[in-house]
């Protein structure tokens, strides 16, 4: 799954070959959740709980599409679990996630 919010997040990069690789990868992606009212309305709920707004966005966007939001993020995951009853997804490490499916 992709996002708007990812896309938003990799056209900042000013490292234009790092950038390139980004969106390659992005670009795998079979669907893309489109930023819509409910989603920004629930960012800022998120973004109320202490995450910074775009890092809330991404956890928005996620939860709208999925069970499970994977990061290498380590602010996000932690805020993800200080707040676990006010965020409607499980985030992990995409490492972490992947021990524990096999």
């Given at each position: 799954m992709g996002s708007e919010a990812i896309d938003y997040e990799i056209s900042g990069i000013p490292d234009a070959e790092r950038r390139r690789k980004l969106e390659r990868i992005a670009?795998?992606?079979?669907?893309?959740?489109?930023?819509?009212?409910?989603?920004?309305?629930?960012?800022?709920?998120i973004e109320n709980l202490g995450l910074g707004a775009v890092d809330a966005l991404?956890?928005?966007?996620?939860?709208?599409?999925?069970?499970?939001?994977?990061?290498?993020?380590?602010?996000?995951?932690?805020?993800?679990?200080?707040?676990?009853?006010?965020i409607n997804i499980k985030v992990m490490n995409p490492v972490r996630w992947l021990l524990d499916v096999l």
């Open positions: 670009s795998i992606s079979i669907e893309k959740i489109l930023v819509d009212e409910a989603i920004a309305a629930r960012a800022l709920e991404h956890v928005s966007c996620a939860e709208r599409c999925a069970d499970v939001m994977l990061t290498t993020d380590d602010e996000i995951i932690r805020a993800a679990l200080r707040k676990n009853s006010s």
